[in-house]
């Protein structure tokens, strides 16, 4: 069984940046694709970030493009997400999701374990 925890959310200025963290136990950390995702209320779970075992291979949403950075470091069994620039639209709970087999994709579906998620705002 993965557990995953979330930490390094609260609030930020608009323009600012932060960096969220997710700390994994249990199970090889270093064979999972890692995921980073949002939601708001009355929303669907919203893909930010992937990153695959090795770190070679990250995809990010168009929205975060060029702002946001998701790295891993398999000997801390950790995964972050950079966020930089920031805006409003960026408020929502982030989890960091782990998957199993196969790269880093889109669909919440694909993975399989979840953290409790940390809340991230953005004040204009």
């Known amino acids: 069984q993965v557990q995953l925890v979330e930490s390094g959310g609260g609030l930020v200025q608009a323009g600012g940046s932060l960096r969220l963290s997710c700390a994994a136990s249990g199970g090889d950390f270093t064979i999972y694709t890692m995921g980073w995702f949002r939601q708001v209320p009355r929303k669907e779970r919203e893909f930010v970030a992937g990153?695959?075992?090795?770190?070679?291979?990250?995809n990010y949403a168009d929205s975060v493009k060029g702002r946001f950075t998701i790295s891993r470091d398999n000997a801390k069994k950790t995964v972050y997400l950079q966020m930089n620039g920031v805006s409003p639209e960026d408020t929502a709970v982030y989890y960091c999701?782990?998957?199993?087999?196969?790269?880093?994709?889109?669909?919440?579906?694909?993975?399989?374990?979840w953290g409790q998620g940390t809340q991230v705002t953005v004040s204009s």
């Open positions: 999701g782990a998957r199993i087999f196969g790269g880093p994709t889109d669909s919440a579906s694909d993975y399989r374990y």
């Open positions: 990153i695959s075992w090795s770190g070679s291979k990250t």
